[in-house]
């Protein structure tokens, strides 16, 4: 009796060590229905999580057995698991996602993902969705500070291990944008060198590099990002440049990205030297992004600061030439002269008709 006493206060010892502890979120279990190898498909309650298996029971409340990820149909992450409040749960905070209600979802993704932690490990859980999704809507509603502090929590390490591929590289993209958050230029720098084509030379000569082949909502990120780097290196020109790709891109599908973009270009060139002497181009730039702001998001949406520049720019426009005529036909009169010859010209004379055959 002592003997198997020790072994289960042992193994009681241990499990917070295999398992994460349940008290970490508010549900001790969820039922599921898993696929076996061998032994048909059970119906029980999962209690717990790491990387060799499930802590699972057969009934609500009971004592849980290790269930190695091996005993389970299906390959990798495809393993036969299905959750069965995952639908209930997401449903919620997926539908303010969809309506773009981007802090509430962060809110209900959030609790979804604290009140599901025993699930962190297993393959493909909605614990782990539901924080990727919480760090996506920070992300959109521009709470890039607290997506700075969500990246470190241990449960963030799940997202590349668990879910399947299409989630990588929009994370690879939160944790730049956590970067961001977290003031980190120099850890930013470094994290888009991977962005970007190699550069060779002497890179004082060169412009800002390429960026690899991306999609347009991607790169719409990743220039906004380059552009703040660009702008703490003193490098003005290369900032405005990113900045202009990044509203351009985002522009349709990312409001908040276009408007920041577009805000962060303004500042630079209202800072422009040429601006305050009167420069006539710079005045148009200036002019130029501003009234388009203002189409985009309304006049009452543009800072106070830029509110002078909102008008129409008055762009001149260069006379137009005609084309040059083919080799030997007479030239085309220009608009400026009109259809008549000039005064002391004579018209061409006409021929006549030439006289029909008898």
Known sequence: MKKITLTLLTGLAL????????????VRETPVTLGLVQGGNPQGYIQGSNEQGILFATASGGAGQLMPYARLRGEGLDKLIRYEERT???GTPRALFAAGKYEEAAAAFGKVATDYAILYAAPQNFASEALFYQM?????????????ELVKRPGAATIDRVLVDSYKRPYALIRLWAL?????TAGLKEALAGYQEPVTGPTELLPAPNFKKMPANEMAQVAFLRANVHESDGAGDKALEDY???????NGND???SKLAMEAAMRIQKEDPLLAAGNGKALIRMQSIAFVFTQRFGKDALPAEFQEFAVRPDVPRPARHPAPAPEGEAAPQSEEKGKDAPKGEAKPKEEAPAAKAK
């Open 136 to 148: 996506e809507s920070l992300r959109r509603a521009g709470q890039y500070g607290s997506l700075a």
């Open 88 to 90: 209930e749960v997401l």
């Open 255 to 257: 409001v908040r990205l």
């Open 15 to 26: 499990l917070p060590c295999v398992f994460p502890n349940p008290l970490a979120g508010q």
């Open 244 to 250: 202009y790709r990044s509203f351009t891109l985002a």
């Open 180 to 184: 961001f958050g977290a003031g980190d």
